[in-house]
């Protein structure tokens, strides 16, 4: 789109208060997200205990856009779901075991790195080794697996750098994926990250999640909270926070952060009686009364508790549809039956995701109002104001990252 | 839009025929409908009866807007349904009750006269006398609730001038809803009002209806007519016809007309065998074989029998969908089951409108046509004709009534 | 459109490779293929065993319109199915017998013909001889009835004149239609048509298909098949090889072709077994080995065996989805039951564009990524590569067929 328009948009905003209506149901504003963010920037697909054999792959997609991630003899490969001769999908489950790669159209059959095996009454002037499927980047950070549409991603060695060490000590590449479920919102996808990004909302909203999470609370405090925190954290050899977040990621897809809060009421996990539903992780001899609260890039984020660990992925699907990906995760060795059971370690975060889900909704219904102000944020919508400023910036920014030819 | 396609498309309209198809499925000009006429002008919102306590609300929606019509201590108030934080509807329920109007997100909560009650966390710096729910004009003419969207609304007062004494004698302020209906109907909202407007359709499309009344006649017949209705209605002391309509309305929302007509075959109101429905209304003492016609606005109708009144009213949803919400009235001490039953009272009008939205939802299919030109207006077609005279020159017209801001 | 987008779409397509994701998706495009194309070209309405008795009719419906076809008493006739009163559509269901046209809004009733016979109340002012339905262009070739929305159409006894005699042979004009089922398929019009003109996929994708059918082969092998064909053909009092296809079609509508292959594996015909599913049809004394394949028109495919024959037609309905409509046909004379089952007769087809419809829609997904590149035609894909070039050359082309007054 020409640029003035967002710019219109950007000079629109009131500083200390939420986007105005159009970037929640403009189409060029979605399609320049697509491009400066989700385009251009890491994102998280999938978690290497998803594919424990050679040939074992799943699908990412989003906006149109499907990727088969796929563990190949030399380790793990994206690549584009497009078949090279006449662009047919080609693998069409979300998961599954392949030796080969094959086109269910005309046959023409790939190796799982993507090479073109064969091709039949292809003229030999035709040079095959340039129809191979189409990579994309893709890189792993204690076990959980990130791809990148850029043609130059930026360097995703920042982000293990930064966030690596930290991420460790919880032994999240010894997890396994539990359970899964994919929330479809009708809203657009920044309403659904401003939701996470606030805890305002969670005493009117969220019953049950409050009786053993603290609510986020005006700046001080909510500083107090985490130095206590860090008490606990570093007695459990936690790190301590890592606050790279929004503002000052360098490139799209590395924004990053961790932090640590107490739970409350003699909770020691998110479960609805607050008591463990699965093995601990990671070194812990004891559970400890804490959630660690992680970040990779703007729509991962992560809740670790001492016996399991929750993903929330948001991918945007149209300009006001959104999936609300949620994986539960346990240690690899657990066995589903006898040393969890999957409708009480899903219980609290799926009850609170519905809410979420409903409270979405009625924001896209509500900002779609030709007559809709921008309200001022509270002290208690911290990040989710942080977001809205990184989100402009990030909007707003040159781009060197979308892929070539483009 | 750029004002010159409207006025290609006005130039393009044959005097004494229909409009041309681009105004039936054009998204540039479904909004320029929305500005110049359904967010300009007076909407019929709902009846005196349906808000009964302080504290009862109900919901006005339309092409996107939300707009709470509440009862509160100071009187009705209509606020638009969209919280002055973030932005979520407020009230999710078509009708309900409350003491506050507190929004489901994070709890903001407001008076039924829409100030800010209380925001917690919010900083003291911010001005909350600023913050409340923004009105909507509102108004009432015997019982019937109007609200107007438009920063400076046309003058209430000029419609209840006119009309206020006609609809006086038959009570409508002491009637009540007994049942309400939404007809959802795929096409233009135009197409729906030119065909409640012509009874030239009546005979081949609605038997039951013609069974009891008058069908729509040439212009001279129909003077005949009304003219004996209106002996009848001196008689019942009713007003005579008051015909404002159209072309001659000052501003948007103050169109109008009321006029009578009379049954036939022996029937007294609009029922399958003729026969009262229900008690008399207003100041009657016998049934008078007489049906009363009035308009307030481009889109609402009203209908009175001796022993009840229908209402109807059109609300665009999309440029091909619309909602027509037909209302049954009946005197308020009126109790179901004893004094009328509502199968009976419904029968007449339920059967009518859903033959309507068959006809008109083959129309606008027709008029989808590349191939379609507009066609001659007979002279049983009066009314329609001249709603697409007053539709081009309330669209062309210049409009200062639209909301500040947009 | 302004047609420099189209300009650059048709520049980026590199020769002998696919056309650029633009063409399945863009709506420009879309509106432009019905210009150039389908509302400038003849299309296949249906078979004159369809319309036995004056008064039968059938629809035509295509992206948005629909088409009355009828046989009058002065013989077929095509006419707009808009009223020229307010644009309702007239007939309804999608076949039926009318002794008269009469619009169900306002009883505008029309002979079959067209002429409009009984308006009334319609001043006489009005020239009622010029409000008779729009009479679309019809002309049949061996009992197939072909329309044509174009002002001024292309000759079709050009048409009738290069393929009469070779569809003669088979008695086209005698047959019946025995079934006839509309598939619809999610995915543009060409890349359905691209489908059926290749048979590459055919090993891959049609088991049931390629066990006796020959599966298209390399160039050369081809035309090796299509002589020993040939033999057959003339054995059988069948023309040869009509090659008019393509690019050589001097106007919209009247590109065709007719050619003979070999089926294999003594099979004689089309069916699961290979067996006679039907009486022969046309003046064959026994069986022969032979398939006949015919087009007419960009989107009318017709296959031909010494029992039945089947006819393929795709028509638009958006830019992303078409209708393929899929008739068998067999001898007049035929009993269903007796002499013909239809669970026989259907299920090789009615099998193999199942799995088509499966095929289209997966490529229609691929080809909508952001990062797909058309990839190289194969030597086995003759005949969509020779689509596509017909296609952006008849796209590209002046066109001075499109019906007055658009």
């Known amino acids: 789109m020409s640029k003035s328009p967002v710019d219109a948009l950007v000079a629109a905003r009131k ?7 159009g970037f929640y149901h403009d189409a060029e504003i979605f399609e320049r997200d697509l491009q400066q963010i989700f ?59 392949a030796k080969r790669l094959v086109c269910p159209y005309h046959g023409w059959s790939y190796a799982l790195s993507g090479e073109l095996l064969a091709a039949a009454e292809l003229s030999d002037e035709v040079d095959r080794s340039r129809l191979g499927l ?32 930290a991420l460790k000590a919880h032994g999240l590449a010894d997890l396994k994926v539990a359970h899964s479920i994919d929330y479809s919102i ?6 659904a ?34 130095a206590q925190a860090n008490q606990l954290a570093k007695a459990s050899g936690f790190s301590q926070m890592v606050d790279g977040t929004w503002l000052n990621a360098p490139k799209a897809g590395l924004e990053c952060q961790y932090a640590h809060y107490p739970l409350v009421n003699g909770h020691v996990t998110g479960s609805e009686d607050g008591q463990p539903v699965a093995p601990l992780i990671g070194s812990l001899q004891a559970p400890v009364a804490l959630a660690t609260d992680f970040q990779l890039g703007p729509n991962l984020f992560g809740l670790i508790y001492s016996d399991h660990a929750v993903l929330y992925r948001f991918l945007p699907v149209s300009v006001a549809e959104t999936v609300c990906q949620v994986s539960w995760l346990v240690r690899a060795g657990a066995r589903e039956g006898q040393d969890y059971a999957l409708p009480k370690l899903i219980w609290l975060w799926d009850t609170t995701t519905r809410e979420d889900k409903t409270i979405i909704e009625q924001n896209q219904l509500g900002v779609s109002s030709r007559y ?3 309200g001022p944020f509270t002290s208690m919508e911290v990040f989710a104001s942080r977001f809205v ?10 781009n060197h990252d979308v892929i070539a030819g483009r």
């Open 39 to 97: 385009l251009a920037g890491w994102q998280y697909a999938g978690h290497v205990s998803q594919l424990p054999k050679i040939g074992d792959y799943l699908l990412f997609e989003m906006a149109g856009e499907s990727v088969i991630v796929v563990r190949s003899e030399a380790g793990y490969r994206a690549l584009l779901n497009v078949c090279r001769h006449r662009g047919s999908r080609i693998c069409q489950q979300q998961q599954g075991q």
């Open 372 to 374: 809709y102000r921008p």
């Open 134 to 165: 189409k990579r994309v980047a893709l890189d792993e950070i204690e076990g959980l697996l990130f791809i990148n549409f850029a043609a130059k991603p930026s360097p995703f060695r920042i982000l293990r750098h930064r966030m690596g060490g």
């Open 389 to 398: 400023d990184w989100y402009l910036a990030r909007l707003d920014g040159q």
């Open 15 to 21: 500083s200390g208060h939420g986007l105005p209506a």
């Open 186 to 191: 009708n809203a657009n996808w920044k309403l």
């Open 193 to 226: 990250v401003e939701n996470y990004c606030e805890c305002y909302h969670c005493r009117p909203s969220h019953k049950a999640y409050s009786k053993g999470h603290q609510l986020a609370v005006p700046r001080d405090q909510w500083l107090e909270g985490q």
